[in-house]
């Protein structure tokens, strides 16, 4: 683990847990050409105006796995392949967790959904890190993915 307890990574196989009830979800992790597929929320939505990587909140009954096909599904209209787990990262003001997943693009147009997302880009890895406003589990994001 890296990072203080309140910005702790977990990754798989790691034994400390935040305390308390925990909520699930997920990010999708798109790369093409070496470059990334990043989010800019759409105002009136929790953070709004952040960039950060695609995803969402697991539903009830749901796996990780069916999570990140749904979620981009609904917020980028694409349909996508979960290759890897990479690890999770804890969300630092709630007690949300967050599975970490390489994703491959199998079909569909990028049609970002209006209220979820203002605008898309692809960026090198340096261009991720350094993209402002950005959520703090971007960069730890980018650190696992050793980018």
């Known amino acids: 683990m890296k990072g203080t307890p309140e910005e702790r990574t ?7 847990r935040p305390q308390g009830r925990v ?13 990334y597929l990043v989010i800019r929320r759409a105002a009136g939505i ?10 969402g909140h697991l539903e009830p009954g749901e796996t ?8 981009l599904a609904e917020e980028l209209g694409i349909c996508v392949r979960p290759i890897q787990r990479v690890g999770s990262v804890r969300v ?11 994703v491959e693009h199998t079909s569909g147009e990028f049609r970002p959904a209006k209220q979820e997302i203002s605008e898309i880009r692809w960026l090198l890895p340096e261009e991720v890190r350094a993209i402002q ?13 050793e980018v």
């Open 92 to 102: 630092l003001d709630s007690k949300y967790i967050l599975a970490v997943w390489r």
């Open 64 to 71: 990780s796995r069916q999570a990140i096909q749904r979620e």
């Open 23 to 35: 909520g699930r979800g997920v990010i999708g992790i798109i790369a093409r050409e070496g470059r």
């Open 133 to 145: 406003p950005s959520l703090p589990s971007t960069a730890r994001v980018m650190d696992m993915l």
């Open 10 to 16: 977990w990754t798989p196989g790691g034994a400390s």
């Open 46 to 55: 929790a953070k709004g105006g952040y960039w950060c990587f695609p995803g």
